[in-house]
């Protein structure tokens, strides 16, 4: 994930001895939620420790980890989290990190393959708008159930039952096409 919205590099928080986190570019404090919901939107930013001026971005990347997984939002299953702690100290520890960055950047374009193609197959065909609209509601879905997402997501224009009676002409479409076949 390396696009970000400020081309002038990446944005700059210090964390203080009191927890605090300070937003650079704002010039305000934010929180943990802030830093997720700027990384899920591809921001680039470094948190550095206020007094010493280290560099401390993993530790806090960690932190927010932790607090996702302790609100229930779980991700990582027990035994990749007990087989990634049987790798420290391993002899395969320095192998690990270039190896899972590679394999999130492989599933994120085989997800944007598999959105494409479910897109394409359904192109031209009776099932062009059911694919349309389900795709349009799995992505509602997902948005809805991504943390820090602002509310639920926007309900599509049309009501439930108007989308009933719409798939019902569609089925009824079909099934008509399906008898002057056979």
Same mark, same amino acid.
């Given at each position: ?5 400020? %081309? ?12 605090? &986190? #300070? ?5 305000? #404090?934010? %929180?943990?939620?802030? &830093? ?16 010493? @001026? ?7 990347? %960690?932190? =927010? =980890? ?9 991700l990582l299953p027990?035994?990749?989290?007990r087989q990634l =702690?049987? &790798? ?5 520890? /320095? ?23 479910? @897109? +394409? ?7 062009? @708008? ?13 948005? /809805?159930?991504?943390? +820090? /997402?602002? +509310? ?5 224009? %049309? ?18 096409? =399906?008898?002057? &076949?056979?």
């Amino acid at each position: 994930m390396k696009k970000t919205a400020n %081309t002038d590099g990446p944005v700059i928080i210090k964390k203080y001895a009191n927890r605090r &986190l #300070y937003n650079t570019e704002t010039s305000s #404090y934010i %929180t943990l939620d802030h &830093l997720a919901a700027m990384t899920r939107e591809g921001r680039d930013f470094k948190v550095v420790d206020a007094k010493t @001026e280290e560099d401390i971005t993993h530790n806090v990347l %960690t932190q =927010i =980890i932790m607090e996702e997984e302790a609100r229930g939002q779980t991700l990582l299953p027990v035994n990749f989290l007990r087989q990634l =702690i049987a &790798l420290y100290g391993d002899s395969m520890q /320095a192998v690990v990190p270039g190896y899972l960055e590679a394999s999130m950047d492989s599933f994120r374009r085989n997800q944007a393959q598999f959105k494409s193609a479910v @897109e +394409g197959a359904f192109a031209n065909s009776p099932f062009a @708008e059911i694919a349309k609209r389900n795709m349009a509601m799995f992505e509602a879905a997902a948005e /809805a159930f991504k943390p +820090g /997402a602002p +509310g639920a997501a926007v309900a599509p224009e %049309t009501s439930k039952d108007d989308e009933i009676a719409a798939l019902k002409a569609q089925l009824a479409s079909l099934q008509d096409k =399906i008898d002057k &076949l056979g």
